[in-house]
């Protein structure tokens, strides 16, 4: 089994519900150290703040009052946010892996840095992108 021990993983990902489990099986099963923020407000400070090896980042993300610049339907407005909060991750840290984690079938943001995987999805292939992401990265 290939483990994530000592590797620092933000998880942003509003789901309540299934997130807890995701973080506890990445906790005990794969030794990560993970972070969760439930809302896109303060990611790029925690990634500053914070040494994080690896992004796990759900695309569909509650509106942060900054970003509500348009009228658009509340899934747009998420959709948007996601994609808004990717592109600001990816400028400011450029080879950091971002897995994108999301019930969207059509987003795909597949690079040598990033990676999509559709929910749900077994923490095992989780956990075997972030390992061949943290490869490139280095």
Do not use: C
């Not at 998880?11 to 439930?38: F, G, Q």
């Amino acid at each position: 089994m290939s483990t994530l021990k000592g590797k620092r993983i933000l998880l942003v990902d509003d789901d309540k519900k299934s997130s807890p489990y995701l973080i506890e099986d990445l906790k005990d099963t794969y030794l990560a150290e993970v972070t969760w923020l439930t809302k896109a407000d303060f990611v790029l400070e925690a990634l500053t703040e914070s040494n994080f090896d690896a992004v796990l980042l759900d695309i569909m993300m509650p509106i942060p009052d900054a970003w509500n610049a348009d009228d658009t339907s509340k899934a747009d407005k998420g959709l948007s946010t996601g994609i808004i909060l990717f592109k600001m991750i990816r400028s400011k840290f450029a080879k950091l892996p971002i897995i994108i984690f999301t019930a969207k079938t059509d987003v795909n943001f597949d690079d040598q840095f990033t990676k999509t995987h559709r929910k749900p999805e077994f923490v095992s292939a989780l956990v075997k992108t972030i390992i061949k992401l943290l490869k490139h990265e280095n």
